[in-house]
């Protein structure tokens, strides 16, 4: 009896082994992947900071020349100071992103922090098979309706809350999907905005000298 236990007790200590080698050995992978994402976003930063500064400066000179005019005018100064802060806006709005993607990566090792937190969703993955359990098992009739209606409401919370939990990392936050579209679409904005200021700045020169 006593070796039927010592075999039983050897062998629960094998699989307990197994089982905790295999966790580590997903920690230490998951971890790895952590560090080479936060490394990978470094190097995009790294990559990006100097088109991000040109394209957020690029309107900042018309609008300043659109504030010289506005100051030599004064029949016009409201127009040409709200021609000029609207021109600058979209740089100086980049500008501002643009600082807040070079801190997100400095230093490196707190992105990865916060991306090792980010992505700490086991509860997560629960509570989404819960809401996917809820709408399979769902019967017919007004219960089975209401049950899937349960679940959906669920999943579309989950969403919201992983979501939230994402925008409420600072260093995270630049890097979601929509923060990082919106750069794109800032950039391309603060270009045009330097185009138009250029030719409003054109047009307020005439404007100035004629009035001489």
Do not use: N
Request: aromatic share 8%; charged share 20%; glycine share 8%.
């Amino acid at each position: 009896m006593a070796v039927a236990v010592t075999a039983e007790e050897s062998r629960f200590d094998r699989w307990r082994r197994t089982a905790e080698s295999a966790a580590a050995s997903a920690g230490e992978t998951r971890a790895r992947v952590i560090r080479d994402l936060a490394a990978a976003l470094a190097l995009l930063v790294r990559r990006v900071r100097i088109p991000l500064l040109a394209a957020g400066v690029l309107p900042l000179a018309p609008a300043f020349l659109l504030l010289l005019e506005g100051m030599a005018e004064d029949v016009g100064r409201r127009w040409f100071v709200g021609a000029a802060v609207v021109v600058a806006a979209p740089g100086l709005w980049l500008l501002w992103r643009r600082r807040r993607l070079l801190r997100a990566v400095d230093p490196v090792d707190e992105l990865a922090a916060e991306l090792a937190q980010a992505y700490d969703v086991a509860g997560a993955w629960a509570r989404a098979g819960d809401a996917l359990h809820q709408v399979r098992s769902a019967g017919p009739g007004l219960r089975g309706a209401g049950r899937a209606a349960r679940g959906v409401w669920a999943g579309v919370q989950l969403t919201k809350d992983l979501f939230d939990r994402f925008s409420d990392l600072p260093r995270v936050a630049p890097f979601l999907p929509v923060s990082l579209q919106f750069t794109g679409y800032l950039c391309l904005v603060s270009v045009v905005a330097a185009v138009v200021g250029g030719a409003l700045a054109v047009a307020g020169l005439g404007v100035v000298l004629l009035a001489e």
